[in-house]
C-alpha cells in the first residue's frame, strides 16, 4: 500500500526556518518526481515545487511565491523528501502536503497524497 | 504560467441530478507532439482531508471513483460530470493541469445538496 506521511510542522514565528519531511512507502520511491503543495487556511490549492527522480536529474523546481527562501531535497536511500523552509512569513501559513508527481513517470499526476501537517507562521 | 479558471465557483444540486464543472486553461495542455494526452486531472476535497485524484488525463477515472463521476475535454476546455449527486459528493472540485511547471489549479468549485 502506498503511503506518504508528512512531519514537521508547527508553530514557528515569522523570519524563522523549519524543516518538513515526507516519507514514503509501498512503492519505488526512487522512481518518482515528488511534490510539495500547500493550502492556506480556508483557500484553494498552491504547487510549491518538486524534486525530479535521479533519472531526470534530481533537480527541484519551485513556485515563484517560495524561490530563493525554500529548498526540496532527497534522500531515497530512506524514502524522504524534505522541505527546507526559511525566511518564513505570515503568508507561508498553511497546510503542507506531499505527493506523487508524474513527471518522469506517466503514473496520474497526484495519485497519492499525504495527510498534510500544519506550519503556523505568527509571533 | 498557465491559468486554470474553473466555472462556477459554487453549485446546488439536488441529489440524485446532474452536476456539471467547468475548467478552462489559459493555454492548451494537450501534449500533441509527445503522448497526444491532455495533461488534466480533477480532485475532490472535502474538509480535514487532502485532495482525492478523481479523473487523469482528462477523461480517465481513477480506481475505486464511482462511476457517476466523468471526465470530458480536450486542449483549453474541460468539464466534470457528476451524473447523480449523492450525499457523499458535497466537497469542493479542482481541476490542475501538469503539462508544465508551475503545476497549477483552477479556484475550486464548491458543491452542495
Known amino acids: 500500500e502506498v503511503q506518504l506521511v508528512e512531519s514537521g510542522g508547527g508553530l514557528v514565528q515569522p523570519g524563522r526556518s523549519l524543516r518538513l519531511s515526507c516519507t514514503g512507502s509501498g512503492f519505488s520511491f526512487r522512481d518518482y518526481t515528488m511534490s510539495w503543495f500547500r493550502q492556506a487556511p480556508g483557500k484553494g490549492l498552491e504547487w510549491v515545487g518538486f524534486?525530479?527522480?535521479?533519472?531526470?536529474?534530481?533537480?527541484?523546481e519551485y513556485a515563484a511565491s517560495v524561490k530563493g527562501r525554500f529548498a526540496i531535497s532527497r534522500d531515497d536511500s530512506k524514502s524522504i523528501v524534505y522541505l527546507q523552509m526559511n525566511s518564513l512569513d505570515t503568508e507561508d501559513t498553511a497546510v503542507y502536503y506531499c505527493?506523487?508527481?508524474?513527471?518522469?513517470?506517466?503514473?496520474?499526476?497526484?495519485?497519492?497524497w499525504g495527510q498534510g501537517t500544519l506550519v503556523t507562521v505568527s509571533s | 504560467d498557465i491559468v486554470m479558471t474553473q466555472s462556477p465557483d459554487s453549485l446546488t444540486v439536488s441529489l440524485g441530478e446532474r452536476a456539471t464543472i467547468n475548467c478552462k486553461s489559459s493555454q492548451t495542455v494537450l501534449h500533441s507532439s509527445f503522448n497526444n494526452k491532455n495533461y488534466l486531472g480533477w480532485y475532490q476535497q472535502k474538509p480535514g482531508q487532502p485532495p482525492k485524484l478523481l479523473i487523469s488525463?482528462?477523461?480517465t477515472r481513477e480506481s475505486g471513483v464511482p462511476d457517476r463521476f466523468s471526465g470530458a475535454g480536450s486542449g483549453t476546455d474541460f468539464t466534470l460530470t457528476i451524473s447523480s449527486l449523492q450525499a457523499e459528493d458535497v466537497a469542493v472540485y479542482y481541476c490542475q493541469q501538469y503539462l508544465s511547471t508551475p503545476r497549477t489549479f483552477g479556484q475550486g468549485t464548491r458543491v452542495e445538496v
Open positions: 488525463w482528462a477523461s
Open positions: 505527493s506523487r508527481d508524474e513527471y518522469g513517470s506517466g503514473t496520474p499526476q497526484g495519485d497519492y
Open positions: 524534486i525530479k527522480s535521479k533519472p531526470y536529474g534530481g533537480t527541484p
